[in-house]
């Protein structure tokens, strides 16, 4: 651990060795090594490789922000190639410096290099200034390691990595997050290097390298096997190895029976924050250790929730294997890995792979292979594999399946809640969301807050109404099928509430009312797509430090951005659907909805990510904008003030009925559903709400489009 070091306040070169003294030894009680620097030279590794080898064995990685330095000639070509990132041009500049390699490091090195880059243990981006000025160079010399108990160091000085800064008369100064008065500089540079990875540096664009080079530099290999071992190399030798870590809380002792009494087959119903994950682990290894072998395949539907499964199940003592688009050997490695299973060689497998890979056919191949009786599959947000394009991952070969979702039936599509239903047989146990807040969840306070369409909007909400109402009279249409042009109509209206216009002016004024009470912190923000970037500048001109969390932001910089949002670095998340499902903000206490569909798997995932219990957390707040009629208007057509109520209520009829506020809440909307004389609609819940549409024969605006997040 990084608190185990002697360190200095300051590193002279004159008394010390920088590299050997004090960034070896930081790098290898690390997890993560972010270094910004302004020159770097591979010759470095030769003097740094026992630190990088080590950070390879814990688990760890390397991420280098580090200044092109080319030919002023090589200059424009270098430009060209960042805007397109395969440049002929780019390519032949680049691999210039690839023979270089070849031609000056030690073959060792260079080997080890290789492996690095191939198992993306060491990743390498350039910062490049924005205006494009062949004079401007990233000049910075800032390393930051963190360990795994989240313990931080920075270095910053003058420091070159390279052999020849080796030589010069340089020095560092040294900062730990767990030294009074050191923190402030720690979060920073922390800070510095997380606006620089996510792209939020308004002097410096930062630009991976291509895959063709990235491809060129993994060519450098000189064996076919690595020269350290990486964490998921070790072997566990025993079946002992499997063990249960923690006391399991009575209900989860429950849960994990219960799933045992129904020949390990059914799902969990359990509200986002009740421990699923352990659960579903802790009766994975109570079957192992019943049937001494075990092929454990575990389903999560992003990148982010696979890292999180990875983290969970070492700690169970199972050795993971990642099958998604990170890990291109994947397919080799699992076959590997079902070989020693059915050799006896090995007792027990664990493969993670994330919805898209498992519904490939190359990976139920693979799978296949597994002896029935030995396979269980443990779906992660399984009510997503109902839908038609992922239901090859339910491996119709695993006789034990378990699924885990806080919202089991799929919305507006009863052929996937079949397919589920018949796949699990049955839900085998639950934990509701009444049950759970404050024993295991945080008690929140509720806060809806109405809003209008403008003139403009609710003449196109009444048009859209209406050519919805032409076409679905037109196709017979009802819940079973959708036309295309229908669905068009439905996700246009959809959108054209999540955007309202009056919510950014709501906006302003909620962040108002917070700051009124203090610095703005653990603040998560939901908006409509295609809207994060208008959010952030709202909560950056309010003085918000804040950043977005999608997917066009890579895994590394999520990571990084979660990091900073635990850590009090970033204030706030601007998210649309990235933190919908799984990811751990235990720390987040506020949440903002701008937007949200009619899904109450949307919305159930949301609200769970700020009701998990955290130190100095004794309640959490949502506030919800709920778009509804207009009661002081009196032309609103009444049809049309139905339609947006049923739209919204079934969400707040959801969210009151647990909130520690109910009535006070309940008291906001009120007099808007007495007008339009539609009052016993406050307490309809999702489902109710779909039977009573049903009943109706009516659509609602986001029936059915995962490509809009709305299933």
Request: aromatic share 8%; with cysteine; glycine share 6%.
């Amino acid at each position: 651990m990084l608190r185990d070091l002697e360190l200095y306040d300051v590193y002279d070169s004159a008394k010390t060795n920088l590299t050997e003294d004090l960034m070896v030894p930081c790098i290898s009680n690390s997890i993560l090594y972010i270094r910004g620097v302004g020159f770097f030279t591979s010759g470095w590794l030769r003097l740094a490789t026992k630190g990088i080898v080590q950070l390879a064995m814990n688990g760890g990685k390397a991420i280098f922000i580090v200044s092109p330095h080319i030919e002023e000639e090589d200059w424009e070509a270098m430009q060209r190639g960042i805007l397109a990132k395969d440049s002929p041009e780019l390519h032949s500049l680049l691999v210039k410096n690839i023979d270089a390699l070849r031609a000056t490091l030690e073959q060792d090195t260079r080997n080890a290099l290789a492996w690095l880059i191939a198992d993306g243990i060491l990743e390498f981006h350039f910062a490049v200034p924005r205006n494009r000025d062949p004079l401007c160079d990233y000049h910075d010399k800032v390393g930051l390691c963190i360990d795994e108990a989240e313990n931080r160091v920075v270095f910053h000085g003058s420091f070159n990595d390279s052999i020849k800064g080796t030589m010069n008369g340089e020095a560092f100064s040294v900062f730990r997050s767990w030294t009074d008065g050191q923190r402030p500089y720690v979060d920073l540079h922390d800070r510095r290097l997380t606006e620089l990875l996510a792209n939020a540096n308004s002097q410096f664009e930062v630009v991976s390298i291509p895959k063709v080079i990235k491809d060129e530099l993994i060519r450098l290999r000189t064996t076919s096997f690595r020269p350290y071992q990486c964490q998921n190399d070790i072997e566990y030798p025993t079946n002992a190895t499997i063990v249960i870590p923690v006391e399991l809380r009575d209900y989860q002792k429950t849960a994990v029976q219960a799933w045992l009494d129904a020949e390990c087959i059914g799902m969990y119903d359990m509200a986002t924050g009740t421990g699923k994950t352990i659960t579903a682990l802790a009766a994975a290894a109570t079957l192992f250790h019943q049937r001494q072998s075990l092929a454990l395949v575990i389903l999560a539907p992003y990148l982010h929730l696979v890292e999180q499964w990875v983290t969970e199940v070492k700690q169970f003592g199972f050795r993971p294997l990642c099958c998604s688009s990170e890990n291109t050997n994947w397919e080799s490695q699992l076959y590997d890995t079902v070989n020693a299973l059915k050799l006896g060689t090995q007792k027990h497998l664990c493969i993670i792979a994330t919805h898209m890979t498992a519904a490939t056919q190359k990976f139920a191949d693979a799978i296949n292979r597994c002896a029935p009786d030995h396979l269980m599959l443990l779906a992660d947000e399984t009510h997503a594999l109902g839908a038609m394009n992922l239901r090859k991952a339910l491996l119709p070969t695993a006789t034990f399946r378990l699924g885990l979702s806080a919202t089991p039936k799929r919305w507006y599509d009863a052929e996937g809640t079949s397919v589920l239903s018949d796949y699990y047989r049955s839900v085998v146990f639950e934990m509701p969301i009444e049950q759970a807040i404050g024993p295991f969840l945080t008690p929140y306070e509720y806060r809806p807050v109405p809003v209008c369409l403008n003139s403009t909007e609710l003449d196109e909400y009444v048009e859209l109404t209406q050519k919805i109402g032409r076409v679905a009279t037109t196709n017979n249409v009802n819940e079973e099928g959708i036309t295309p042009q229908l669905n068009m109509l439905l996700i246009k209206r959809s959108r054209l509430v999540m955007k309202a216009d009056e919510k950014y002016e709501r906006l302003r004024q909620i962040l108002q009312q917070l700051l009124e009470r203090g610095p703005v912190q653990h603040l998560l923000v939901y908006c409509a797509p295609g809207e994060a970037g208008r959010v952030v500048k709202i909560l950056s001109g309010s003085g918000i430090l804040c950043h977005r969390f999608t997917h066009e932001e890579s895994l590394d910089v999520r990571k990084q951005l979660l990091r900073g949002f635990q850590t009090g670095t970033i204030s706030a998340l601007v998210a649309i659907k990235c933190l919908d499902e799984g990811v751990d903000v235990p720390e987040s206490q506020t949440a903002i909805f701008l937007a949200s569909t009619t899904n109450p798997r949307e919305f159930v995932q949301r609200r769970g990510r700020i009701l998990r219990h955290a130190k100095s957390k004794d309640f959490a707040s949502i506030f919800d904008m709920l778009v509804l009629p207009d009661a002081h208007a009196g032309n609103t057509d009444k049809e049309i003030a139905k339609s947006l109520i049923r739209r919204e209520m079934p969400r707040f009829a959801e969210f009151v009925s647990s909130a520690k506020n109910e009535y006070a809440a309940k008291e906001v909307v009120e007099p808007i559903l007495d007008y339009f004389g539609m009052t016993n609609y406050m307490d309809l819940r999702p489902w109710e709400m779909h039977g009573k549409m049903a009943e109706l024969r009516e659509i609602e605006s986001d029936s059915l489009s995962d490509d809009e997040g709305i299933l």
